[in-house]
C-alpha cells in the first residue's frame, strides 16, 4: 500500500505585510521561531501561525500549504543542526554529539513526516478486511549501506566501513556529529504525506533502541494490549485512555530494556482515534 504522495518542491515568496490580512493564508518562513536543539528525547516548540486548512480551497491552495509545509520542514531542520553545531563547537572540549530526530505536522487530516537517521514514526491503522491492525511505516531510515546513502558520502570523499560512516557513524543523516558532515553526513530530512483515515488508532514515534528488540508489528500490538488493560485506572483530572497511553509507552521502553536493548530508548504514543 502506497500512503504517500510526492510533495512539491517549495519555493520562497516575497516577505508579505505585516497584519494578519496580508498574513492571511501563509506561513512566514523569515518570521520561524527557533527550533530547540534536539536529542533522542526532546525538542523545541514550534509554532505554526495562520497556516491555512489543507482541505479549504482548491487545489493550488492545497499545493501551496504543501510547499509552505516542506520549506517550513526543511528550513527548520537545517536551523536546529546550525545552532547544535554552533554550539558544540563553542564547548571546550568540542561536543561531537548527533542524534537522529523525527517529526510529524498534523494539518486537518494530513500528516507530514520529517525523518533523519534511524528513529521512527509507525501509524498504526485498523483493516476493515482482516479485522486486524497494521504497524504502517511513515518515516523512512537512514543508514550508510543504503545506495543512494553510501554513493553522497562517497561522492564527499567519506567512506562506508562495517556499515558504518569512517566505521564508526551508524547512520549517514544527523543533526550534529559535526567531524562526519564533511563526509557527506547531512541533515536534510526525507519529508512524507500520509492521509489520515477513521480507522487510524495512533502514530508510535521511537528511536532505534527499541526496534532493534521489537519489530514495528510487535510494538504496535504490545500497545494495544496496554490500552485494553483494565487494571489501568484514569487518574484525577487525566482520562483513563490518556493514563494507558503513558502507560503503553513506559512499559514499552521498560521491555526493549529487558529484552536486551544496549541502546537509549525512547517511546511516544500520540492518539488519533478512540
Known sequence: MDLFGDLPEPERSPRPAAGKEARKGSLLFDDLPPAGSTDSGSGGPLLFDDLPPASSGDSGDVISVEKTVKRCLLDTFKHTDEEFLKQASSQKPAWKDGSTATCVLAV???????????????????????????????????????????????????????????????????????????????????????????????????CDGLFKVFTPEEAVNFILSCLEDEKIQSREGKPAVDVRYEAACNRLASKAVQRGSADNVTVMAVRIGP
Do not use: W
Open 108 to 206: 486537518d487530516n494530513t500528516l507530514y513526516i520529517a525523518n533523519l537517521g534511524d528513529s521512527r514514526a509507525i501509524l498504526c491503522r485498523y483493516n476493515e478486511e482482516s479485522q486486524k491492525h497494521a504497524a504502517l511505516s511513515l518515516s523512512k531510515e537512514h543508514n550508510p549501506t543504503q545506495y543512494e546513502e553510501r554513493m553522497r558520502i562517497q561522492k564527499a570523499g567519506g567512506n562506508v566501513r562495517d556499515g558504518r560512516v569512517l566505521g564508526v557513524l551508524e547512520v549517514s543523516r544527523s543533526i550534529g556529529d559535526g567531524q562526519y558532515k564533511r563526509c557527506g553526513v547531512t541533515s536534510v530530512p526525507d519529508i512524507r504525506r500520509c492521509q489520515l483515515t477513521p480507522n487510524d488508532r495512533f502514530i508510535l514515534l521511537a
